[in-house]
C-alpha cells in the first residue's frame, strides 16, 4: 500500500535522526501532552523536504496521507502533516474539505497544531469558500470545545486589509469573558496582528470594550 510505503520510508529518516533525552525536553515543553522523537524543527525540515519530494512522485491521496500522519504516535509526525497540508495549492482546496480541518483541530489539540491550521489552511479553506464563512464560524463559536472557539478569532491573521473586523469584533465580545489564557491570548493576538493595518480603529475598540490584562497587553504591543 501506498500510504504504508511512504510512512515507513518517513519513519526511516525520522529515526535515523532521533534522540530522545531532546525527546523528553519536547515532551516537558509541551506539559506532557506527547511523545516525542527528539528531532528539532532544522532537521525535520530537511527531512521532510526531501520525503515531500518522494510524495509528489507518487498518486497519494492527500487526505489519506494526513490522516495517517496524524494517527502516529510521536509528535513529529503531526508537525509533518501540518507542513504536507501547507503546501496544498489553493486550486487543490476542496469545499468538502471542512470536516477534515476540523479534525485536525478537535484531534490531539494543543496550539502548536492548531495555530497553523487556523492561520494557514482553514484561513485560505475560508478565503476560497467566502460563503462559508459564516456558517461555520457560527457553528464553531458557540461550540463547546474551546479550540474551535480559538480558530475563529485566529483564522483571520493572514488576511491584513481584508479581515472582516466586524466579525472579530464580535466574537472578541462574545468571548471577552472568558478567562481561557489561549481564547485571551489569541483576542490580543488577532487585535495586533490587524493593527498592523489599521491602528487607529483597533485603538478605539480596545477603549471601547474595556479590554483587559492579557488580551489588552497583547493587542497594543504595536500600538
Known amino acids: 500500500m501506498e500510504t504504508q510505503r511512504l510512512l515507513e520510508s518517513l519513519s526511516a529518516k525520522l ?3 532521533a534522540n530522545p533525552e531532546y525527546g523528553e525536553k519536547m515532551s516537558a515543553y509541551m506539559k506532557g501532552k506527547f511523545v516525542y522523537l527528539g528531532i528539532p524543527s532544522p532537521i525535520r525540515n530537511a527531512i ?3 520525503w515531500f519530494a518522494e510524495v509528489k512522485k507518487s498518486e497519494i491521496e492527500r487526505w489519506g496521507l494526513i490522516d495517517a500522519l496524524w494517527d502516529c504516535e510521536q509528535r513529529e509526525y503531526q508537525y509533518v502533516a501540518i507542513d504536507y497540508l501547507k503546501r496544498t495549492p489553493k486550486r487543490l482546496i476542496s469545499k468538502e474539505d471542512l470536516p477534515a480541518i476540523e479534525h485536525l483541530i478537535t484531534t490531539k489539540s494543543w496550539w502548536d497544531t492548531l495555530d497553523l491550521i487556523a492561520s494557514n ?3 485560505a479553506y475560508l478565503q476560497k469558500f467566502p460563503e462559508q464563512k459564516r ?3 457560527d457553528s464553531w463559536r458557540n461550540d463547546e470545545n474551546m479550540w474551535l472557539n ?3 478569532l485566529i483564522f483571520q491573521l493572514k488576511y491584513k486589509k481584508e479581515t472582516d473586523f466586524e466579525l472579530l469584533k464580535s466574537l472578541i465580545v462574545q468571548f471577552q469573558g472568558n478567562s481561557e489564557f489561549f481564547i ?7 487585535l495586533r496582528q490587524y493593527s498592523k493595518f489599521n491602528p487607529e480603529d483597533v485603538r478605539a475598540f480596545v477603549e471601547e ?3 483587559e490584562g492579557l488580551a489588552k497587553r497583547e493587542a497594543v504591543k504595536y500600538l
Open 150 to 152: 480559538r480558530s475563529c
Open 121 to 123: 489552511y482553514l484561513g
Open 184 to 190: 485571551q491570548k489569541a483576542i490580543g493576538w488577532s
Open 209 to 211: 470594550v474595556g479590554l
Open 135 to 137: 456558517t461555520v464560524i
Open 15 to 17: 529515526h535515523l535522526k
Open 48 to 50: 521532510q523536504k526531501e
